[in-house]
Antibody, heavy 117, light 110 residues
Framework: EVQLVESGGVLVQPGGSLRLSCAAS????????MHWVRQPPGKGLEWVSL????????YSADSVKGRFTISRDNSKNYLYLQMNSLRIEDTALYYC??????????WGQGTLVTVSS | EIVLTQSPATLSVSPGDRATLSCRAS??????LAWYQHKPGQAPRLLIY???ARATGIPARFSGSGSGTEFTLTISSLQSEDFAVYYC????????????FGQGTKLEIK
């Protein structure tokens, strides 16, 4: 059974940093492109960032470019999101998801990041 | 950037009835469209990909149709567990922009 478990979400002040983790199990992690998707409170889904199976290519939404960095450790089956210079508008539930042919096949239950002073 | 518009924002339907949800793209996405179900506190769930192919384990009461700019998700006979928010997602643009998803349709019990 595919399992994605996010962790690392906390309350952080504006301008602060945070690293989210996503533990993957039940599938061949290093075969898949992985994504982070977020949902601000009361709003819809927003795509954040992706990383190819080998970490060779990464892409991010313009709103987080230069502040967030996606990475992965295929030896540990972990996906990460390093979040720097956090803003109030980054407050959201952050999901990791597997990609299959450019749609999102499996999702975790999310970890909540709150940016507030 | 392609914009997806879902309608209606909220749909009130009685259990056992049919629900029809719409997703319109600002330009053609061919059949590169997926549908997801999302319940509070749970992981989003892939329902449909390629506009009309059901994902593994999805009941036959869920069906998708359309191509180009107009798409429909139909739930033929609503069960209590189907009340949730539904999102469409286009993957014709890749890598995705910030908003590859529609804004969602909330399906509520009438």
């Amino acid at each position: 059974e595919v399992q994605l478990v996010e962790s690392g979400g906390v309350l952080v002040q504006p301008g602060g940093s945070l690293r989210l983790s996503c533990a993957a199990s039940g599938f061949s992690f290093d075969d898949y492109t992985m994504h982070w998707v977020r949902q601000p409170p009361g709003k819809g889904l927003e795509w954040v960032s992706l990383i190819t199976w080998d970490g060779g290519s990464t892409y991010s939404a313009d709103s987080v470019k230069g502040r967030f960095t996606i990475s992965r450790d295929n030896s540990k089956n972990y996906l990460y999101l390093q979040m720097n210079s956090l803003r109030i508008e980054d407050t959201a539930l952050y999901y990791c998801a597997t990609e299959r042919s450019k749609y999102f096949q499996h999702w975790g239950q999310g970890t909540l990041v709150t940016v507030s002073s | 950037e392609i914009v997806l518009t879902q309608s209606p924002a909220t749909l009130s339907v009685s259990p056992g009835d049919r629900a029809t949800l719409s997703c319109r793209a600002s330009q053609s996405v061919s059949s590169n469209l997926a549908w997801y179900q999302h319940k509070p506190g749970q992981a989003p769930r892939l329902l449909i990909y390629g506009a009309s192919a059901r994902a593994t384990g999805i009941p036959a009461r869920f069906s998708g149709s359309g191509s180009g700019t107009e798409f429909t998700l139909t739930i033929s006979s609503l069960q209590s567990e189907d009340f949730a928010v539904y999102y469409c997602q286009q993957y014709n643009d890749w890598p995705p922009g910030m908003y590859p998803f529609g804004q969602g349709t909330k399906l509520e019990i009438k």
